[in-house]
């Protein structure tokens, strides 16, 4: 009895000591290519926010790459804490083939767990000499359009969907006349690239192209980095909203009992502080607020969402990006 | 690089007419058409230097995605990209010869080249965290015939969870944690047949066993519960009785880490097993193995076995030494009486590598492995033992008959080893074992052995 007493005591004071200690928390976000200085910027601030709310320090990693690639690690087995995608389709794979998360999980967050939006715009050089305006010039024989390549790249599929989408609108509705106008939009690609950090690379650096047709907030990165290189922002008419959503991979965070901080920095991304960054790294916010503070840096266009125009991400993957989809078809002319 | 050239050269061409200041001479319809098409191909070499850098970074994301493929000294292995699943296929054939001088006149008929094991080994890993092994062996029972008589065996067959390298769980049939030599690999002895004490030392049993290693190994323990085997012997099920084995082992390398080349080599503990049996008896064999002691017809184990085993090793530079002790004590039965035996076993073998080669436990690498005319030789390593088997005073007669059996067998014998690289061996022993208590010709005489062994292993 005295031995059991003995054990008991220690084991009270081991249980004290250790719920009393602050605790040393990583933290691993698998993201797409342009979210870079997003989460860096993001991550020092929630590190802070979440050592004054609970005592426990924060270190979150980053991993960059193509969506879908990345989408495929996780699934493989790249454990994630949390995922933030160019696509829900994306997380729906990871919910679906790697079973990591239930199938709901875009109704977990607010704003179908996209804290934050974007579109595709042009970034065209100094000039624009090429005269590019909107979707219907980039066609015209000549151009050169660097896009990143669909089968591989979210930014690429919204870009595709965008130029889809104009061309529905521009011919009433008719797929085959938007079939049409995305294979001559394609025909003008010379590279494709397997992410959108990697076409900005061949339009900046490599000096390739004469349109890039991506990411807003990679366009206005590109813009403030190469302030005297030469490039200028082109809105079209009309583009895609796009919509990049967050998720927590549930067995990960049960597995590494990480569940409690991993939810707490997705939700800090709906915070002010959270939405500021984003809006600060060229993300639209979605807080009222905070965009009519950064009203003045997103131009105005009209948007239309994946769901108004392809009936879904599911519905929009299978009938233009699955093998033998409309993608492939116009590739194969 | 020869775009560059194409472009270049009309570059070159047109030089002098560009430099003209815009004033003197504003660009022409044909300069203007050259300077375009400068543009274009500029353009074209660019997209194609791009391609072929964009080519070079898929090809190295397909390296890192790739599964590897590897064959080497230890196998044929296949690993995921991640390294998170392996797969791995071994194994060893060992061909032997064993020849008995000087009992011709006997009428033994125990000369005989054999297949002592004939082992297929897939092993590896998956999900990074479980390693599982499974070994059969083809080699068993071959001496008794033909091959019609061998009975393919499951030697291993186990999943390790390894949670933390302290603390590991094991389930499946593999060796209890007995034996200091039957621990040992096969593929890795000393001499070509275990000595004395793992004749008293369980074999391969199936059960549950948590294992791992403290203070950087510096301590390593076993401790597992298995359905129970008698002396030597091996099983895959318990249907003899319901009562169970527990099997413990504590293992130090208290100076793994010292900066002394002397001491670093040392270790040593202690394994035992306790339970209650109720199954059938072994026979005790010679290192040439052949029968000593058996027990009468009727004979079983009948309660509480008990065993003890102190064990420990040094190496240091080319010399190794190996020994331990084991008390089996176990209750037997049979229809005239029920007694407590308790047997003992013990052997020293210690071995050095004229090739001076480091020592070890486990497999050793020639400096430089055998090549015919050149200059390699690959490892020579010599090896002398000595060891007893004391069979308790209390077995005879009641249990056993002097006719066919001694009370005591005590052995030594010399070998070498010639390790020509890491997958063949060839060994050769003497071995000379006398015999106490015995009445035949056999056990009064004693036994001359020699043994060789050539040995493929992958």
Do not use: C
């Amino acid at each position: 009895m005295k031995f059991r007493h003995l054990l008991q005591s220690a084991l009270t004071l081991l249980l004290a000591a250790s719920t009393a200690t602050a605790k040393d928390i990583k933290l691993l976000n698998v993201s797409y290519d342009p979210t870079r200085e997003l989460y860096q910027e993001f991550n020092t601030a929630f590190a802070k926010h979440w050592q004054a709310k609970t005592g426990d320090k924060v270190t979150v990693q980053q991993s960059h790459g193509g969506s879908g690639k990345q989408a495929r690690s996780v699934i493989d087995g790249l454990e994630a804490d949390v995922v933030t995608l160019a696509l829900a389709y994306d997380v729906d794979a990871i919910a679906q083939k790697g079973r990591l998360l239930p199938a709901d999980w875009q109704k977990r967050l607010p704003q179908n767990s996209a804290p934050y939006t974007s579109t595709i715009v042009f970034l065209v050089r100094k000039g624009n000499p090429k005269g590019i305006k909107d979707w219907s010039d980039l066609v015209k024989p000549g151009i050169g359009i660097i896009p990143a390549n669909p089968k591989t790249s979210g930014a690429a599929r919204w870009a595709y969907l965008a130029a889809w989408g104009y061309a529905l609108k521009q011919n009433n509705g008719d797929e085959a006349r938007a079939k049409e106008f995305v294979a001559k939009f394609y025909k003008n690609v010379p590279v494709f690239d397997t992410g959108a950090r990697g076409a900005t690379t061949t339009f900046i650096q490599r000096g390739i192209g004469d349109v890039l047709v991506g990411w807003e907030n990679e366009a206005f990165l590109a813009l403030k980095e190469q302030a005297k290189g030469g490039y200028q922002l082109v809105v079209p008419s009309v583009s895609i909203l796009a919509e990049p959503p967050v998720a927590v991979v549930d067995k990960v965070v049960k597995r590494r009992g990480t569940a409690a901080v991993a939810k707490g920095y997705l939700d800090y991304l709906y915070s002010d502080e959270g939405q500021e960054i984003a809006a600060r790294n060229y993300y639209r916010p979605r807080s009222a607020t905070v965009a009519a503070k950064f009203a003045d840096k997103f131009p105005k266009l009209q948007l239309f969402t994946i769901d108004e125009l392809f009936g879904g991400w599911q519905k929009a993957t299978k009938t233009h990006f699955a093998d033998g989809g409309t993608f492939d078809q116009i590739q194969r002319k | 690089m020869n775009w560059k050239w194409l472009v270049v050269l009309p570059a070159l061409a047109v030089a002098p007419t560009l430099t003209q200041p815009a004033s003197a001479q504003a660009p022409g319809g044909d300069t203007q058409k050259l300077l375009q098409r400068i543009d274009e191909l500029e353009q074209k070499m660019k997209i194609f230097e791009r391609k072929r850098e964009l080519d070079v970074e898929a090809a190295r994301d397909a390296t890192k995605t790739a599964t590897s493929i590897s064959e080497g000294t230890s196998g044929f292995a296949v690993r995921s990209a991640d390294t998170n699943f392996v797969i791995k296929v071994r194994g060893y054939v060992q061909t032997d010869a064993r020849f008995f001088p000087g009992d011709r006149n006997t009428g033994a008929v125990n000369d005989t080249f054999l297949l002592r094991r004939v082992r297929p080994i897939i092993e590896g890993t998956v999900y990074d965290t479980f390693d599982y092994r499974l070994m059969l062996d083809f080699g068993q029972n071959l001496a008794s015939g033909s091959s019609a008589a061998n009975q393919g065996q499951i030697q291993d067959a186990y999943v390790t969870a390894k949670l933390y390298p302290e603390f590991q769980i094991q389930v499946g049939k593999f060796k209890e944690p007995v034996g200091l030599e039957r621990l040992q690999s096969g593929a890795n002895l000393l001499f070509i047949e275990r000595g004395f004490p793992t004749q008293l030392a369980p074999n391969r049993d199936v059960g549950i066993q948590v294992q791992g290693d403290l203070w950087n190994s510096r301590l390593s323990y076993q401790a597992g519960i298995f359905n129970g085997v008698a002396d030597g012997g091996s099983g895959d099920a318990d249907t003899a009785d319901t009562d169970k084995d527990i099997a413990a082992r504590l293992f130090a390398h208290p100076f793994k880490d010292s900066d002394s080349d002397a001491l670093r080599g040392l270790g040593f503990g202690v394994s035992g097993t306790v339970g209650n049996h109720n199954t059938a008896t072994r026979t005790y064999t010679t290192p040439g193995q052949q029968r000593f002691f058996s027990y009468t017809a009727g004979t079983a184990s009948a309660g509480q076995h008990q065993r003890v085993s102190p064990q420990g090793y040094y190496y240091y530079g080319p010399f190794g030494v190996l020994g331990e002790y084991v008390i089996s004590s176990q209750k037997v039965r049979n229809a005239a009486a029920t007694r407590r035996l308790t047997h003992t076993a013990w052997q020293l073998a210690t071995s050095y590598f004229l090739t001076l080669e480091d020592n070890s436990f486990k497999p050793i690498a020639p400096r430089a492995n055998f090549t015919l005319g050149g200059p390699g030789w690959g490892a020579v390593e010599l090896t002398a033992r000595v060891g007893q088997l004391d069979v308790d005073n209390d077995a005879f007669p009641t249990f056993a008959s002097t006719a066919t059996s001694a009370s005591e067998a005590t052995s030594w014998g010399v070998g070498a080893n010639w390790h020509l690289n890491r997958n063949v061996k060839l060994s050769l022993d003497y071995e000379r074992t006398v015999f106490e208590g015995g009445t035949s010709a056999y056990l009064i005489n004693g036994e001359h052995a020699i043994l060789s062994r050539v040995q493929f292993s992958f």
